[in-house]
Each structure stands twice: as structure tokens, then as C-alpha cells.
């Protein structure tokens, strides 16, 4: 086949990082392209708690970029560009030198304890909304900001320049200082409505406006690495490539969904994302009371989503059981779930007491305690309990999404990651009664990969790029259960009632 191009991803989550090539082959025939995705390079990203705060060690994540560069050219790729997504939310500041100023704080410090209930007292609870567009989350950078004004942060009265953390990263590799569109609508400071940077609000609240750059969107082509980086790795100077660089907007991009069709979607990884594409975004009264958020996604779009806390309750429980002794693989207590009594035992996955990591089996069962259900004990009992109270509030958040767009969706497309948990995918369809599209595990970095491939001129457009993810990897569709049908919908109204 012939390789018509070769683009590097980066896809940074909240445990660890992947450097992935991504070559666009044919055979003979460039309309019949398919993807080749291979991961070349993995490493942690652990917070640092220091000082009473916890952070990102940015530095070590910055070395860890360079690492996969060097990786990916003497493994003869040569790669055309790269492009980074992340996370969304935190940040760096730069003073007037470029330089950072101190190590960006982790989205799980709990400096913003108390700001969101206080900034709706001060604004309004409806106008930050109005204004903001998100669901209102602690850790949300207006948020952020606010707390280190509270503290009289001398970093603040130093910043010249505040990025992003993809951004940020870029420029450390290429000297450019951009903002991009997808991240900037995750900070609450960007007006969905106004489409420009909310700097009355900014005003407001005391956040000097002069460190937000104009957003660019995904597509663009940023710049070279610079001279220093690619005499330090021995490299050819690629290109850097603004894509959706919130690793949530990436996934969403490579949802294999049919031309101009409208489509409901879970990123399904540490957290779980579920929402839709639009042409505008929803701020409504009732968006704000179904806890939605309206985050701007690839081609101008919106994206109408609600965060829901994933597998990370999962992911705990295994780290329990890992240091206790009690070492099982996720394979292991996925069968162990499937063997045990369905729907003994529910939870909110949302619940605040599960935000917080340790302890999370024990917070599991005292949940279940105080709402008079039976207590999981086992590794296949807590492990159901998860899977179906996930599956059960996808479902609750699929209809609230309906009621908002006014829109009946057909089924729903899960990418990333946690579509390797089958039995999740199987209950999510049982939960939903319509069936689910399960492709690709990959998502955040093929969704990168395709915004590459538009910016280099090799896709015309997203529509064009999504085609390549049904010719390039499986799609595993998953029917709901008729016989079991009765059975959901009385776990169903079991959950609204555990809810509460």
C-alpha cells in the first residue's frame, strides 16, 4: 500500500500518556484510504501533592513528548506533524518572559472548594450559565482562577499569558502561544453565545482579560518545533497542528456517525461524556437544570454534553484490591460481575462522595447502606453494582438530552477506551433499549489524527475524515436484550428512587 501520510498524536488523560503514528495508506486508490494506528510510546501522569496543593508535573510530561519524538523518528516514521489533546480545564501561566510561573494546578486541588456555590451567590446561578455555558463542575478554570484571586496568588499579578495545558505543551516545543477553541469553551470564561472571550465577566471578577489569546480553531497549523528542541532530539522540524486538543472534543470527532445525521455519543474512559453535536449551543433554563454543558467542538460546532463520573469508581476499587493483595484484571471482574445477582445493589455514580479518590469501596457500600439496599461485598457484586448504576444513568442522561434537543436518537456511539468493558456495552443497550455502536477504543487520538490529516490537505473536511474510521477499524454493535427489557425498566425506577 502506499503511505500518503504520517501524523503523531498525542493523547494525554488524568493516569497516563500515549504517543500514537498515524499513517494514511492506500492501495492504489486514495478515495479507498485506510488508518494505521500504532502506539509507540506510554507513561504515567501522576499528581504531585505539594505545599497543601496537588499538581500536574508538567515538565516531567513535557520530557515524556520529547521522548516519543525521538521514539518516532528512529523508528523510521518521520512523521509530517503532531498535535496534542488533553484533559480540559487546567493551566499554566507565563510571565512576561515566557516562562512558567510555578507548577499548574490539578483539577482535584481542592482550593475550589465552595467557589462554584459562591460565584452563583455573586452572579447568579442562570447568568453563570447563560455566560459560561458549562455544567457547574469545582474544578472548571473561572473556578480556578477565582480561588487564586481569593488567596492573593502573587502568580496572577506576574502572568503575562495563560495556556492551556495543550497549549501549553506546544509552546514549550514550538515557541507558539496560541489558545484553542475547544479548550478555551472549557473554561466558563468563554460566551457561547457571543462566540468571543466573556471579559465583563472577567471584570467582574477581578481575572485580568489580558491573558486570554484570541482562539484559534482545530485545522490550524501552528508552527515548527523549534531549532533548540530538534538539535536536542536530532529531528526534522514537524509541524504542530491545532486539533480538537480537549481530548473530549478529539474522541467526538472520530465518531463514525453517517453524513449529516444526528447522533448521541458516550466517551466512555475515567470519566463518561454523553452528548450530542449541534450547530449552536443550548442555554436554557432546563439545559442548566439537567446539568449540561455546552463545550465547542470541531468545525465550529457545539458539543451538548453531560460529564458523568465513568469508570473511575471502578478504576479505585481495583487499586484497592491491587494493594491489598486482591489482584484482579478488569477481564477478571467483568466475569466475576456477570456471574452475580443483577440489580441487588445501585448507586449514583454522580454522588459527590465518589469524586475524591481512596476509600472508595467503603463510600460504595455506605452508600448502599443509607439507601437501604443490600451491601456489596464481593469483587463480582461492587463491580455490578458500578456497571449497572453507569449504564442506568446513561440512560436517565440520554433522556434528558432528548427532552432538550427535542430529538429521538436512534442508538447510541461509544468510543474510547472503556468499550473494552463488553458487559458495560451490553447493559448500556439493555439500559437504553436501542442499540449501541461500540468503535474505536482509540478515539481521542484518531480524532486527533483526522484534524491533522485536514490540516495537511489529505481529508477535505471532518465529514470526509470520519469515513476513514468505518474503513479502518471494527465497529461492534451491541442489541438489547428483549427478554430482559421488564427487568431495566424496574431497575430503572429502583435508581431515580436511590437517587432521590
Same mark, same amino acid.
Given at each position: 500500500? /502506499?503511505?500518503?501520510?504520517?501524523?503523531? =498524536?498525542?493523547?494525554?488523560?488524568?493516569?497516563?500518556?500515549?504517543?500514537?503514528?498515524?499513517?494514511?495508506?492506500?492501495?492504489?486508490?486514495?478515495?479507498?484510504?485506510?488508518?494505521?494506528?500504532?502506539?509507540?510510546?506510554?507513561?504515567?501522569?501522576?499528581?504531585?501533592?505539594?505545599?497543601? #496543593?496537588?499538581?500536574?508535573?508538567?515538565?516531567?510530561?513535557?520530557?515524556?513528548?520529547?521522548?516519543?519524538?525521538?521514539?518516532?523518528?528512529?523508528? &523510521?516514521?518521520?512523521?509530517?506533524?503532531?498535535?496534542?489533546?488533553?484533559?480540559?480545564?487546567?493551566?499554566?501561566?507565563?510571565?512576561? !518572559?515566557?516562562?512558567?510561573?510555578?507548577?499548574?494546578?490539578?483539577?482535584?486541588?481542592?482550593? /475550589?472548594?465552595?467557589?462554584?456555590?459562591?460565584?452563583?451567590?455573586?452572579?447568579?446561578?442562570?447568568?453563570?450559565?447563560?455566560?459560561?455555558?458549562?455544567?457547574?463542575?469545582?474544578?472548571? /478554570?473561572?473556578?480556578?482562577?477565582?480561588?487564586?484571586?481569593?488567596?492573593?496568588?502573587?502568580?496572577?499579578?506576574?502572568?503575562?499569558?495563560?495556556?492551556?495545558?495543550?497549549?501549553?505543551?506546544?509552546?514549550?516545543?514550538?515557541?507558539?502561544? +496560541?489558545?484553542?477553541?475547544?479548550?478555551?469553551?472549557?473554561?466558563?470564561?468563554?460566551?457561547?453565545?457571543?462566540?468571543?472571550? !466573556?471579559?465583563?465577566?472577567?471584570?467582574?471578577?477581578?481575572?485580568?482579560? #489580558?491573558?486570554?489569546?484570541?482562539?484559534?480553531?482545530?485545522?490550524? +497549523?501552528?508552527?515548527?518545533?523549534? =531549532?533548540?528542541?530538534?538539535?536536542?532530539?536530532?529531528?526534522?522540524?514537524?509541524?504542530?497542528?491545532?486539533?480538537?486538543? #480537549?481530548?473530549?472534543?478529539? =474522541?467526538?470527532?472520530?465518531?463514525?456517525?453517517?453524513?449529516?445525521?444526528?447522533?448521541?455519543?458516550?466517551?466512555? &474512559?475515567?470519566?463518561?461524556?454523553?452528548?450530542?453535536?449541534?450547530?449552536?449551543?443550548?442555554? /436554557?433554563?432546563?439545559?442548566?437544570?439537567?446539568?449540561?454543558?455546552?463545550?465547542?467542538?470541531?468545525?465550529?460546532?457545539?458539543?451538548?454534553?453531560?460529564?458523568?463520573?465513568?469508570?473511575?469508581?471502578?478504576?479505585?476499587?481495583?487499586?484497592?484490591? @491491587?494493594?491489598?493483595?486482591?489482584? !484482579?484484571?478488569? =477481564?477478571?471482574?467483568?466475569?466475576?460481575?456477570?456471574?452475580?445477582?443483577?440489580?441487588?445493589?445501585?448507586?449514583?455514580?454522580?454522588?459527590? +462522595?465518589?469524586?475524591?479518590?481512596?476509600?472508595?469501596?467503603?463510600?460504595?457500600?455506605?452508600?448502599?447502606?443509607?439507601?437501604?439496599?443490600?451491601?456489596?461485598?464481593?469483587?463480582?457484586?461492587?463491580?455490578?453494582?458500578?456497571?449497572?448504576?453507569?449504564?442506568?444513568?446513561?440512560?436517565?442522561?440520554?433522556?434528558?438530552?432528548?427532552?432538550?434537543?427535542?430529538?429521538?436518537?436512534? &442508538?447510541? #456511539?461509544? +468510543?474510547?477506551?472503556?468499550?473494552?468493558?463488553?458487559?458495560?456495552?451490553?447493559?448500556?443497550?439493555?439500559?437504553?433499549?436501542?442499540?449501541?455502536?461500540?468503535?474505536?477504543?482509540?478515539?481521542?487520538?484518531?480524532?486527533?489524527?483526522?484534524?491533522?490529516?485536514?490540516?495537511?490537505?489529505?481529508?477535505? @473536511?471532518?465529514?470526509?475524515?470520519?469515513?476513514?474510521?468505518?474503513?479502518?477499524?471494527?465497529?461492534?454493535?451491541?442489541?438489547?436484550?428483549?427478554?430482559?427489557?421488564?427487568?431495566?425498566?424496574?431497575?430503572?425506577?429502583?435508581?431515580?428512587?436511590?437517587?432521590?
Amino acid at each position: 500500500m /502506499t503511505k500518503l501520510a504520517t501524523v503523531l =498524536a498525542f493523547d494525554l488523560g488524568a493516569s497516563s500518556g500515549r504517543a500514537l503514528i498515524g499513517e494514511l495508506k492506500a492501495d492504489g486508490n486514495a478515495a479507498a484510504a485506510k488508518l494505521k494506528v500504532t502506539e509507540i510510546h506510554r507513561f504515567p501522569n501522576e499528581a504531585v501533592s505539594v505545599g497543601g #496543593h496537588l499538581h500536574w508535573d508538567i515538565l516531567r510530561l513535557l520530557q515524556e513528548l520529547k521522548t516519543a519524538i525521538r521514539i518516532a523518528f528512529q523508528k &523510521g516514521y518521520e512523521p509530517q506533524s503532531f498535535a496534542i489533546d488533553t484533559w480540559g480545564v487546567d493551566f499554566g501561566l507565563l510571565d512576561r !518572559n515566557g516562562e512558567l510561573l510555578g507548577n499548574p494546578y490539578h483539577y482535584r486541588d481542592a482550593q /475550589t472548594e465552595g467557589i462554584v456555590e459562591e460565584l452563583n451567590a455573586l452572579i447568579g446561578q442562570q447568568s453563570m450559565y447563560e455566560q459560561g455555558g458549562l455544567q457547574f463542575m469545582p474544578f472548571n /478554570t473561572v473556578n480556578q482562577l477565582y480561588a487564586m484571586i481569593k488567596a492573593s496568588s502573587p502568580k496572577l499579578e506576574a502572568a503575562e499569558t495563560l495556556l492551556l495545558t495543550p497549549d501549553l505543551l506546544t509552546y514549550f516545543l514550538t515557541g507558539e502561544k +496560541v489558545c484553542e477553541f475547544t479548550m478555551a469553551t472549557t473554561t466558563g470564561l468563554y460566551h457561547p453565545a457571543k462566540q468571543e472571550w !466573556n471579559k465583563q465577566l472577567m471584570e467582574r471578577l477581578g481575572i485580568p482579560d #489580558h491573558l486570554f489569546l484570541d482562539p484559534i480553531h482545530p485545522g490550524t +497549523v501552528i508552527g515548527p518545533l523549534t =531549532a533548540a528542541v530538534c538539535e536536542e532530539l536530532e529531528v526534522l522540524p514537524i509541524v504542530a497542528v491545532a486539533v480538537g486538543s #480537549h481530548d473530549t472534543e478529539s =474522541a467526538v470527532a472520530a465518531v463514525p456517525a453517517a453524513d449529516g445525521s444526528s447522533f448521541a455519543y458516550i466517551v466512555c &474512559g475515567t470519566w463518561s461524556l454523553l452528548g450530542t453535536e449541534l450547530p449552536q449551543p443550548i442555554v /436554557t433554563m432546563d439545559a442548566m437544570l439537567s446539568e449540561f454543558s455546552n463545550e465547542g467542538g470541531v468545525g465550529g460546532t457545539y458539543q451538548l454534553l453531560k460529564n458523568i463520573m465513568g469508570l473511575w469508581i471502578l478504576q479505585e476499587c481495583k487499586r484497592e484490591w @491491587d494493594e491489598s493483595g486482591e489482584a !484482579n484484571s478488569f =477481564a477478571e471482574l467483568v466475569v466475576e460481575a456477570g456471574q452475580t445477582e443483577p440489580f441487588r445493589s445501585l448507586i449514583d455514580p454522580d454522588a459527590a +462522595v465518589f469524586y475524591a479518590p481512596s476509600g472508595m469501596i467503603a463510600r460504595i457500600q455506605a452508600f448502599c447502606e443509607a439507601s437501604g439496599q443490600p451491601v456489596p461485598t464481593t469483587h463480582g457484586e461492587i463491580t455490578r453494582c458500578v456497571l449497572e448504576s453507569l449504564a442506568l444513568r446513561y440512560r436517565e442522561a440520554l433522556e434528558q438530552m432528548e427532552a432538550l434537543t427535542e430529538h429521538c436518537y436512534e &442508538g447510541l #456511539h461509544i +468510543v474510547g477506551g472503556g468499550i473494552q468493558n463488553e458487559l458495560l456495552c451490553q447493559f448500556t443497550a439493555n439500559a437504553i433499549g436501542r442499540p449501541v455502536s461500540a468503535g474505536p477504543v482509540e478515539a481521542s487520538a484518531i480524532g486527533n489524527m483526522l484534524l491533522q490529516f485536514v490540516a495537511l490537505g489529505h481529508c477535505s @473536511d471532518l465529514q470526509h475524515a470520519r469515513k476513514l474510521v468505518s474503513a479502518s477499524f471494527g465497529i461492534k454493535r451491541y442489541e438489547p436484550s428483549a427478554v430482559e427489557q421488564e427487568a431495566w425498566h424496574e431497575a430503572y425506577v429502583k435508581f431515580r428512587k436511590v437517587k432521590g
